[in-house]
């Protein structure tokens, strides 16, 4: 009878298995120096080895030569069908016994997630203080739905995904011993499409030798798995960037003809919006899995949050596919939003022009008023410009940064000049919420920021571990004032603050454990402002101060002189008393 190629190659000894190097190791060590634990917890991703090394394991802890599946001291019990408390209870009665060949009884319990309630406090008492020659090995790919108190009492273990070079490699070696000629490009986007799982590599090689006899192709490969080709992913890639939302549900309605799977591709497109993104940052194609030649050209133009946002698309599009079986209108809707997202149709016009048209016309500004000295204020047409820009702001500061750097201003131009010209430029940088925030600041003490800003701390280093995302995100941030209605958090990063920006989720984290650790509400009231922003700002109401100050000594001046008229006209008749 012909045996599957996973359970062929199931690997038989610790030197057999693929990846999980950290693990394998440490249970190594444990044989060797004879500290073997009485739990454990494998947990990662399907067909990463979890059960494999646990029969491994249990055959090396028994010093059994060979490897014995069917072992009578090797337990194996799927908790999916059997999760009910009676089992357990019979594990309970089953324990008292001791081994029969080796010196351990081990239990492999697969998928001990699907046991009930009852089942899993049934197994506590038992697993907190087994017999001496008892191990338990607990299998899953769902951590977070055991009970923190069987958790406590396991040594745990991650098992990760398998990176696709290893992939690679070892379907390399399976297709050389069961003589299957392949394509390395073939063997590559199984790799792609197994998304870290040995076992669904296997699987997919195993089923594409039987589709062609003769040498396996790429093509043989994206039939068998309804995957689509990179040329494909980045020519409808192309028309989403170019806007044209039209050309890519068409591109899409092609592939629901030939049958290709939504779900392949989108995790393509994800990958394709990662590799574009290193490329953008790195320059280096060597950190790309797919060729981006004939993407770099809009690459360039493209700013990065446009292709952030795309990931954050296709990711809201793979949760509603995952629960739906409209999987192909959630598609189309989310290539209408990626095509139609950031600059819309106005692609064709490039972001590059348009903000060089904005900084040529505050140069002719500048200009004049360092020439003519004429006392002009900027064009309100030019304000309205920029505050469509708003949602570019980085990168209309970095442009607006080229008109800083240039020697504008002659040697021989007025102070009055400078003043003008410097109170544009505090113009230019917009500040989203800017009489929100100078409320803040005017609301807040120097007392109660201090606080917040502890709390804030404290919120940062819980979330070192149980949140990294959201370390990551704030970890250069400041509070810099608070009141008891709002906070004000400064970014060095401005990449940092976009992406707070983008999704209210990470504010929503913030404010929810300002509300349970500080007493104080601040729903929707955490304002952010770049480095920039914020000098800007604070430079503004200087200046506002220093007028206000100015006004109110004019009027006081003004009504010494009022006083002194009427005492003028009227100083016959004022009784003094």
């Not at 012909?2 to 440490?26: C, E, M, T, W």
């Not at 629960?323 to 590059?352: H, N, P």
């Not at 009055?416 to 100078?438: A, D, H, Y």
């Amino acid at each position: 009878m012909f045996k599957a190629l996973y359970r062929k190659y199931r690997p038989k000894n610790f030197d057999d298995v693929v990846g999980q190097n950290h693990v394998i190791s440490v249970l190594k060590n444990a044989i060797k120096m004879d500290k073997i634990a009485h739990a454990y917890i494998f947990y990662g991703p399907r067909g990463t080895g979890k059960t494999s090394i646990a029969k491994i394991f249990a055959n090396e802890v028994n010093k059994n030569e060979n490897y014995q599946s069917d072992s009578v001291d090797i337990i194996e019990i799927d908790a999916a069908s059997n999760n009910g408390v009676d089992e357990i209870r019979d594990i309970k009665e089953a324990i008292k016994f001791a081994p029969t060949e080796g010196k351990y009884k081990i239990y492999i319990i697969d998928e001990v997630h699907m046991l009930t309630i009852s089942a899993f406090n049934a197994l506590l008492k038992t697993l907190e203080e087994p017999p001496s020659h008892i191990i338990f090995i607990l299998a899953t790919t769902e951590m977070h739905k055991i009970p923190a108190t069987i958790l406590s009492r396991c040594q745990k273990f991650e098992f990760k995904n398998i990176s696709n070079a290893e992939l690679v490699e070892r379907l390399k070696y399976v297709a050389e011993k069961e003589e299957i000629d392949i394509d390395d490009q073939a063997l590559k986007k199984i790799a792609l499409i197994a998304k870290g799982g040995l076992r669904d590599a296997i699987g997919i090689l195993d089923q594409v030798s039987n589709y062609n006899m003769g040498k396996v192709k790429l093509e043989d490969v994206l039939d068998i798995s309804s995957a689509v080709g990179d040329e494909e992913i980045i020519s409808l890639y192309k028309l989403i960037l170019e806007g044209n939302s039209s050309g890519a549900l068409v591109k899409y309605t092609e592939f629901i003809e030939k049958a290709k799977d939504t779900k392949l591709l989108l995790n393509d497109l994800i990958n394709l919006s990662r590799d574009m993104i290193i490329y953008k940052n790195t320059r280096v194609v060597e950190f790309c899995e797919y060729d981006l030649e004939g993407l770099r050209e809009i690459i360039e133009k493209i700013p990065s949050e446009k292709l952030y946002k795309n990931i954050e698309y296709l990711a809201e599009a793979e949760v509603n596919i995952r629960f739906s079986t409209e999987y192909v209108s959630y598609m189309q809707i989310c290539l209408i939003k990626m095509a139609d997202s950031w600059m819309g149709k106005e692609v064709e016009r490039s972001l590059v022009d348009k903000l060089e048209e904005r900084i040529t016309m505050l140069e002719e500004r500048i200009r004049n008023f360092s020439t003519n000295k004429i006392n002009e204020p900027m064009p309100t047409q030019l304000k309205v410009d920029i505050e469509k820009e708003e949602k570019m702001d980085s990168t209309l500061q970095n442009n607006i940064k080229k008109i800083e750097r240039k020697e504008i201003l002659s040697s021989s131009a007025s102070l009055e000049v400078q003043t003008k010209v410097k109170n544009i430029e505090l113009e230019k940088i917009i500040i989203p919420n800017k009489e929100k925030i100078k409320e803040v600041i005017s609301q807040s003490s120097d007392k109660f920021t201090s606080y917040a800003a502890n709390v804030f701390s404290r919120i940062m280093q819980e979330s070192i571990s149980s949140h990294s995302e959201i370390y990551e995100l704030f970890q250069d941030a400041n509070l810099k004032y608070s009141s008891k209605k709002a906070a004000v958090l400064i970014f060095k990063n401005p990449q940092d603050l976009f992406r707070l920006e983008s999704n209210d989720s990470y504010k929503e984290f913030i404010e929810i454990r300002f509300q349970k650790l500080l007493g104080v509400s601040y729903k929707y009231r955490v304002f952010a402002l770049q480095e920039e922003q914020y000098q800007a700002l604070q430079k503004l109401i200087t200046s506002e101060n220093v007028s206000l100050e100015k006004k109110l000594d004019n009027e006081k001046k003004r009504e010494d002189k009022k006083v002194s008229k009427i005492e003028a006209l009227f100083q016959d008749i004022i009784v003094e008393e």
